[in-house]
């Protein structure tokens, strides 16, 4: 498992490729789902994924946190509670699926 630091937004845990946002502002409206990876209030704290304004991301169990290991996969992250928040707050384009995670996806 990766080292990461609790309170941290998830932008910073992928293979660490992306930088920056300046100019891209119509990529982002291009979005079609809004996820996690884009949001500056998603935050992860010990081995769970939070939002920083109190929006339950996920309902059962956990207080609406979700468990790090699907960050870890690299999965989509694009929840339903996001596609309508009106504090989402983006930071920038969509992390692309080969820039997601750090752990190899087992081959089928």
């Not at 991301?57 to 996969?73: C, D, E, F, T, V």
Request: proline letters at 6%; hydrophobic letters at 25%.
């Amino acid at each position: 498992m990766v080292a990461y630091k609790s309170g941290h937004s998830l932008r910073g845990y992928g293979n660490g490729r992306r930088q920056g946002v300046a100019g891209k502002e119509a990529a982002m409206k291009e979005t079609k789902k809004r996820t996690l990876y884009e949001c500056s209030h998603a935050r992860v704290k010990g081995e769970s994924i939070y939002c920083r304004k109190g929006y339950k991301l996920y309902l059962p169990p956990g207080k609406g946190h979700l468990n790090i290991s699907q960050l870890a996969k690299g999965q989509r992250l694009a929840f339903k509670v996001c596609q309508s928040c009106p504090d989402f707050d983006c930071m920038g384009p969509p992390v692309p699926p080969e820039e997601r995670g750090w752990l190899k996806r087992e081959a089928k």
